[in-house]
């Protein structure tokens, strides 16, 4: 059963980068069959998927984002990353990594970390 | 981007009721669709994926019907663990998106 679990600073002032790590167990970041996501939720709202990366190199992310968006796989220590920049107070959310199981035809989030609250304020 | 929009956004049940939520896509995805349920604190599990594939070990009383635009989660015999947000999620186009969330609470 893999397991992920995110870490990085709980607090950002605006205009920061937001910079998280999700470490991944039981599993191989190596895999052709995953991609590796992240998606975000503000406090009593919904789930906003920000963007996935795969071993390949291969990377799709949310245009809602505009550019300030980047993530990277470190296959060596099992982990892959975020960095969000130019964070405002819109950026506020608890940050989910998570497992896009890819079963040709269909993608599923199948394995989820439990999260973890940024919050940008001055 | 795909809309979704999910209803109703609160429904209040009973044990042993059956509940169902739907989600209206903006536009056809085939059966792209899948549903999680996430309970206070904690990250959303994957129930339904494919509009009506249940995930390995949840419980069969989780159904899910729909494709192109139109989809259901059903609920047939509502558990205490249960209560919780539903949410859909369209994976026929990026960027992935979610429905707003349905509530299921106790009466």
């Known amino acids: 059963q893999v397991r992920l679990q995110e870490s990085g600073p709980g607090l950002l002032r605006p205009s920061q980068t937001l910079s998280l790590t999700c470490a991944v167990s039981?599993?191989?970041?190596?895999?052709?069959?995953?991609?590796w996501t992240w998606i975000r939720q503000p406090a009593g709202k919904g789930l906003e998927w920000i963007g996935r990366?795969?071993?390949?190199?291969?990377?799709t992310y949310n245009p809602s984002l505009r550019g300030r968006v980047t993530m990277s796989l470190d296959t060596s220590n099992s982990q892959f990353s975020l960095e969000l920049t130019s964070v405002t107070a819109a950026d506020t959310a608890v940050y989910f990594c998570a497992r896009d199981r890819v079963l040709l035809p269909h993608n599923f989030l199948d394995s989820w970390g439990q999260g973890i609250l940024v919050t940008v304020s001055s | 981007a795909i809309w979704m929009t999910q209803s109703p956004s609160l429904v209040s049940g009973s044990t042993g009721d059956r509940v169902t939520i739907s989600c209206r896509m903006s536009?056809?995805?085939?059966?792209?669709l899948a549903w999680y349920q996430q309970k206070p604190g904690k990250a959303p599990e994957l129930l339904i994926y494919?509009?009506?594939t249940l995930q390995s070990g949840v419980p069969s009383r989780f159904s899910g019907s729909g494709s192109g635009t139109d989809f259901t989660l059903t609920i047939s015999g509502l558990q205490s663990e249960d209560f919780a947000t539903y949410y859909c999620?369209?994976?026929?186009?990026?960027?992935?998106?979610f429905g707003q969330g349905t509530k299921v609470d106790i009466k």
């Open positions: 536009q056809g995805i085939r059966s792209y």
């Open positions: 990366i795969h071993s390949s190199g291969s990377s």
């Open positions: 039981g599993g191989s970041l190596n895999s052709d069959a995953d991609y």
């Open positions: 494919g509009g009506s």
């Open positions: 999620q369209q994976y026929f186009s990026f960027p992935w998106t």
